[in-house]
């Protein structure tokens, strides 16, 4: 059942387009919308627009195309709120939690661009210190942790792996090798059909060539982290093999996992993707709710040409602008394409979705193991008996994973989808639907 809020912030702001996310998708969707003369404003919890992919590092500055969309969103006269979360909507408005407290912005039609997060699959020693994400390894980087000299193993899936055994290498670390799960055979189909996006097999070369001397291993998969205050060494299985490798870090990723929270709060329509869900959007990115759009790998993983083309659709479509946004669906159907190919060919083996044992954390914000979990099949009743959900992360890191290593639907969502501090808590009042008297938060 949907929670329904009131907001009531000192800070208003008012906007014909509001897009959420300043990633590809996002910048594109607010280029777009300016374009047509739309007051645009722009939300993005991150310091420095760029979403993902483009997130800036503070060595090596952001990359060209996140510079040029950069300037175009500066140029079309965008309003660009950094640090600012969206935590709570209703009607046609939402609730930010900035620098300066609660805002609400109030909006004609909005853009949901809010991208998607990586999908953490438990095994013994995945919470002990040194072990990330492998996307999470490239953003500390990024972000300047320090990575000169350290061993590190880059493991999970898909072609995030080869990125982030890049921006790692860039920054000094000794990448020790990268484990994909997929067999050799999938990699192989997938390499042979790439020749129909040549941009890709540029970019596979160009990265293959930075990663010279660093082996790329398939059919092969992390099985357990060694160490008492930090990881050690990591135990793989590579093959018909087990081999055990000393290292100071492990970056494991096995795919991502869209960011629909926002849409869930709206009531927008989702879609099945795999185990997780996606927004359902129509030909024009148009969610099932009035007014509402999204754009990127919130509604679907396709990588940054797909969010970039569905960003410019969304926009355009959001300012009243259709006809102009068909121009693009040629552009879009190609990327998409090359997403389905991803799926496809980097599709987890059931080996990654068997590797917790009884004492290993499925949910480390409430330390729940996953022998807490024996009987259990219903999200709720989960929640309720062991508060596995319930921590900072709002089940964020352990409902895709219990979706996948238990085949558990995620729980439902309530406002404030972020933790809030309570000056921004007090702007909100939830009820109900069937106590649409109270204004008591429950
Ligand atoms: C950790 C990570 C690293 C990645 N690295 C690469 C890479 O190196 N190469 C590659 O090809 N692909 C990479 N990807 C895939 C990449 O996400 C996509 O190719 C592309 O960035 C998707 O663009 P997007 O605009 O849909 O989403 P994103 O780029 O993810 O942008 C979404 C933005 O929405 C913001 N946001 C989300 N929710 C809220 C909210 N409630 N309030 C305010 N702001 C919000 C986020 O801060 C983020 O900036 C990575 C993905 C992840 C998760």
């Known amino acids: 059942m949907p929670w329904r809020c009131g907001l009531m912030a000192e800070r208003i702001l008012n906007c014909d387009v509001a897009v959420i996310g300043a990633g590809p998708a996002g910048l594109s969707a607010a280029v777009a919308a300016a374009s047509q003369g739309a007051r645009v404003v722009i939300v993005d919890a991150q310091p420095v627009a760029g979403g993902q992919i483009w997130r800036n590092d503070v060595r090596l500055g952001a990359p060209a195309p996140a510079l040029v969309l950069r300037d175009k969103v500066n140029v079309a006269g965008v ?29 004609g039609a909005l853009v949901l661009a809010t991208g998607a997060r990586e999908l953490l699959l438990p095994f013994p020693g995945w919470t002990l210190p040194g072990v990330t994400g492998a996307g999470g390894a490239q953003a500390l980087a990024k972000q300047g942790a320090p990575m000169r000299g350290r061993r590190v193993l880059v493991a999970g899936s898909g072609p995030l792996l ?5 921006t790692l290498k860039r920054h000094g670390a000794e990448v020790l090798g990268i484990h994909e799960q997929a067999t050799r055979q999938q990699v192989h189909a997938f390499a042979t059909a790439l020749w129909r996006w040549p941009a890709k097999v540029l970019q ?17 998969h992390v099985l357990r982290v060694f160490g008492d205050e930090r990881v050690q060494a990591v135990e793989l299985q590579r093959g018909a093999h087990r081999e055990t490798i000393d290292c100071d870090q492990l970056a494991c990723g096995f795919g991502l996992v869209p960011n629909i929270e926002l849409g869930q709060l709206l009531s927008c329509g989702l879609r099945a993707e795999g185990r997780h869900h996606a927004i359902a959007v129509d030909e024009y990115q148009r969610s099932s709710v009035a ?39 040629h552009r879009r159907q190609r990327a998409r394409h090359f997403a389905a190919l991803l799926r496809t060919h980097f599709a987890l083996g059931d080996a990654v979705r068997q590797l917790a044992d009884a004492d290993t954390l499925v949910c480390r914000c409430e330390d729940v193991r996953f022998s807490d979990l024996a009987g259990m099949h219903d999200a709720r009743q989960i929640k309720l008996k062991t508060r596995c959900g319930m921590g900072p992360c709002q089940g964020r890191i352990c409902g895709p994973a219990l979706a996948e290593i238990a085949d558990l639907p995620r729980p439902g969502l ?10 921004v808590l007090a702007a909100l009042h939830t009820t109900t639907p069937t106590d649409s008297s109270s204004g008591v938060m429950k």
């Open 414 to 423: 309530r406002p404030p989808v972020f933790p809030v501090p309570l000056n």
């Open 291 to 329: 007014d509402v759009f999204a754009a990127g790998e919130t509604c679907g993983i396709g990588g940054v040409d797909c969010a970039t083309v569905e960003g410019t659709i969304a926009g355009l479509v959001a300012a009243n602008a259709p006809e102009a946004a068909r121009q693009h669906f």
């Open 204 to 220: 596979a070369v160009q990265l293959r060539t930075a990663l010279a001397g660093v082996a790329y291993h398939c059919d092969s």
């Open 162 to 166: 080869l990125a982030t055994a890049h």
């Open 79 to 107: 309003t660009l709120l950094s640090r600012h979360e969206v935590v709570a909507a209703s009607g046609k408005q939402l609730l930010l939690n900035g620098d300066s407290g609660a805002t609400t912005l109030g909006y």
